[in-house]
């Protein structure tokens, strides 16, 4: 069974983050480390829903740089965990998606991903993790320094994205990635089993497709950037807590 993990931001620096994912939203930090391409970490929020942060690193031309390159920093992929990745890319591919970037050479840490073109305009990872093996993310990393946590953390409710058709959107999140829909003021609402985290899809044939703003709850007003955050470049938008119910 897929279960959607965490939501993942590329940006520059991870420390230029912390003021805001630390200080104001009261994340904290999990696991984290060096890669090949990056090195991030992932902070946790009120319900159990994480966030990854990563930064480039490696010579000029891997796949963040060019990311931010074009893009600058924003919301750069959703990671579903599988029980067995051999099994996700051959359900993938019996619906007709071209699954790429296949790694599944190391026991610790699979995983493969669908191909952009096909993804709704984000990058999807399926990963099958077995950290009981090791890996070179751990618990024991050190993030960057932060100020004090806000004693009153936020919730991550999830992502908010666009699509052109309902049926593209239903292909991709449902039928191939095993969320359970219902809808909401004309919305698409998705969820995975023992995941804190949702995607809501508005339809919109005229909309770029991809990711709109990260939703969040909180008891206390957060303070939020009227549009993209500076740093991450994603946008953040408080949702009230009744509307979760």
Not at 111 to 122: D, M, N, S, T, V
Request: glycine share 10%; aromatic share 6%.
């Amino acid at each position: 069974m897929l279960r959607l993990d965490h939501v993942a931001i590329g940006l520059p620096r991870l420390a230029d983050a912390m003021a805001f994912v630390v200080g104001e939203l009261g994340g904290q930090p999990t696991i984290g480390g060096p890669n090949v391409a990056f090195r991030g970490g992932q902070w946790r929020f009120a319900n159990g829903a994480l966030l990854e942060l990563i930064q480039p690193s490696g010579p000029p031309g891997g796949f963040l740089h060019r990311f931010l390159a074009a893009r600058g920093p924003g919301v750069h992929h959703v990671t579903f965990k599988v029980p067995s990745l051999a099994a996700a890319i051959a359900h993938c591919r019996a619906l007709d998606y071209e699954v790429v970037g296949i790694f599944d050479s190391q026991p610790a840490w699979k995983e493969a991903f669908l191909h952009p073109k096909q993804a709704q305009g984000i990058v999807v990872q399926l990963a099958e993790a077995h950290p009981e093996l090791g890996d070179e993310w751990h618990d024991g990393w050190r993030p960057p320094p932060a100020p004090p946590a806000a004693e009153e953390p936020a919730a991550l409710l999830g992502l908010r994205l666009a699509a052109r058709s309902r049926e593209e959107a239903l292909r991709q999140w449902r039928d191939c990635l095993g969320g359970s829909c219902a809808e909401r003021d004309g919305a698409l609402v998705l969820r995975w089993p023992e995941s804190p985290l949702r995607l809501v899809v508005e339809i919109d044939a005229g909309a770029e497709p991809g990711p709109r703003c990260l939703e969040l709850a909180a008891e206390r007003p957060l303070a939020l950037p009227a549009g993209a955050h500076p740093v991450l470049g994603a946008r953040f938008v408080q949702v009230e807590q009744e509307a979760e119910r």
